[in-house]
């Protein structure tokens, strides 16, 4: 008997938990703030609309239907396309190595938030609290430079995730109770605090009030379209193990609209807490896009300028952290659940012993992160990913599914058990089949020529050098693409051992 959500809630809360993560805390803000506020804000509306929404929807029910991960999911439209699952399997697996590091130093400036309580004002020493503890250099030396205070703070990361999701959906779908009502009850005290800061308002306007010129600028329809993508969880063998997990008379259509409209209110949200307390601080030209440096350099300092009461600020602090700290626990622990589901599907494994081994190996490679080369690691493993594995994996899945694939039958799994809101087939259709693949495939040109067109290494202009672009780039993306002949390879062997591959196709792993 495969494991289910014990409720409808527990499944919309834990992808909403999956979604919300750090991308809706600093990423969404700081784009917000590059590209003209409400400009930006419109173009990701409207990409959601067009391209997010019908993709998530389409993993939901795909898993749904199948009850397996991604890459049987893939396996039962085209029994070539598992290798796509796999891909997305490989995307789960890197992204979490590194958002455990992230995770580590939020948990690191968490216990570390005391210390704001003698820097009223003194936004020098804020701005270097997190630099001085992770000891980066800010390029690829100091493989031998350890930060012990990171280390801890990763293990303590790894045991937290394991135990959010030791026992699968019966413990994620406690867990998400917390993390997700947590940070938004915290986000909303900060907004609070954000809108009576004279000069709020400000910031409030800069949000809202749409720069049209920015249109004209090609790299906001590129970001807008990335941000979508990397919100919503999808390429990732996330939603697809998610929604393998649904019983089969739950409504797709109304759960995917809500995650994804929950989603778009909470990068709302910590937008007006992020643009109202910069303005209120008189910082609102430093917001920065990058969003490391947003939390652990610049917002370091708009709380040391937030009252002049010491204890105010530090419990500001404390709240903020442990904002971050239930945002990014979720997004974290669904990537491994989507990595385990997937692999003790294929290989008819325990998933309890397959979530632990992947742990503790996630873990071990991300003690890269605690060197001083992590954080320009970090930052090269984090574009090539997001630029290119990312929006590939989401374009192959659309192709499988829209060209080789009857799309109708994915179109009446969606609208099974939805009452009167259906998908309408003039909406989902064209965006699976043609206008998403070929918004998609744009966009992966378009960053290839950007990257070409400024030498073609990424931060050539912060000193990072062409080994670190291939080995932890390129090779990352190759070694992505050929997970699916790893995953063959081991099948083989495992063969001669009496080991049988599960097929089955569409109409027979349909309810009975
Ligand atoms: N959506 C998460 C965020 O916004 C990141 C994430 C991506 C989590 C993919 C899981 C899978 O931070």
Not at 199 to 206: C, L, V
Not at 362 to 389: H, K, M, P, Q, R
Not at 471 to 481: D, E, K, M, N, P
Request: net charge neutral; glycine share 8%; charged share 15%.
């Amino acid at each position: 008997m495969r494991e289910k959500w014990s409720s409808r809630s527990a499944f919309i809360l834990a992808a909403i938990g999956s979604a919300v993560g750090l991308g809706n805390a600093w990423r969404f803000p700081g784009l917000a703030a590059k590209y003209g506020g409400g400009a930006f804000i419109f173009v990701y509306f409207i990409a959601m609309i067009i391209i997010g929404i019908p993709l998530l929807m389409m993993e939901i029910s795909v898993a749904r239907h199948t009850r397996l991960g991604a890459p049987g999911s893939m396996r039962t439209l085209r029994k070539g396309s598992e290798g796509i699952g796999w891909i997305a399997v490989s995307n789960s697996i890197f992204v979490s190595i590194y958002y455990a590091a992230v995770f580590a130093w939020i948990i690191m400036m968490f216990f570390m938030s005391y210390k704001f309580m003698g820097l009223t004002g003194n936004t020098e020493a804020a701005s270097t609290l997190w630099l001085d503890t992770v000891k980066a250099t800010g390029d690829f030396s100091g493989f031998d430079i350890i930060s012990w205070p990171v280390f801890g703070c990763l293990i303590l990361a790894w045991v937290l995730c394991y135990v959010c999701i030791r026992n699968g959906t019966t413990t994620v779908g406690k867990v998400v109770k917390f993390t997700v009502s947590l940070p938004v009850i915290c986000l909303v005290i900060m907004a609070f605090r954000g809108l009576m800061m004279p000069g709020a308002m400000e910031g409030f306007a800069k949000l809202f009030i749409p720069d049209w010129t920015a249109l004209a600028d090609s790299n906001l329809w590129v970001d807008a379209i990335g941000q979508v993508f990397y919100s919503l969880s999808t390429s990732m063998a996330v939603m697809f193990a998610y929604g393998s997990f649904l019983s089969s008379d739950s409504n797709v259509v109304t759960d995917t609209v809500i995650i994804a409209f929950a989603d778009m209110f909470i990068s709302l949200l910590a937008g007006i807490v992020m643009f109202t307390t910069m303005a209120g601080t008189g910082m609102l030209g430093d917001m920065s896009a990058s969003g490391i440096s947003t939390a652990f350099i610049i917002y370091p300092q708009a709380i040391v300028k937030i009252s002049d009461s010491s204890v105010f600020n530090m419990i500001f602090a404390f709240i903020f952290y442990f904002c971050l700290i239930t945002l990014a626990i979720d997004s974290l622990f669904s990537m491994v659940e989507g990595a385990s589901t997937a692999i003790s599907d294929k290989f008819h494994l325990n998933k309890k012993k397959t979530t632990l081994a992947l742990c503790i190996n996630e873990g071990i490679a991300s003690l890269i992160f605690v060197t001083g080369a992590g954080v320009a690691i970090l930052d090269t493993v984090d574009y090539f990913i997001n630029s290119y594995t990312l929006i590939m994996t989401g374009v192959a899945e659309m192709i499988t599914a829209g060209w080789f694939f009857k799309t109708t039958k994915i179109l009446d799994e969606i609208n099974r058990n939805t009452g009167k809101f259906k998908a309408p087939s003039w909406w989902f259709i064209p965006s699976i089949r043609i206008i998403s693949p070929a918004v998609l495939i744009g966009l992966i040109i378009w960053n290839i020529i950007t990257l070409l067109k400024s030498g073609g290494i990424y931060g050539a202009a912060d000193g990072y050098p062409l080994w670190a672009n291939i080995v932890f780039g390129w090779c990352i993306i190759i070694l992505s693409i050929m997970s699916g002949l790893i995953v063959k390879l081991v099948v083989k062997i495992r063969s001669s051992k009496g080991f049988t591959e599960d097929d089955r196709s569409w109409d027979d792993a349909g309810y009975s």
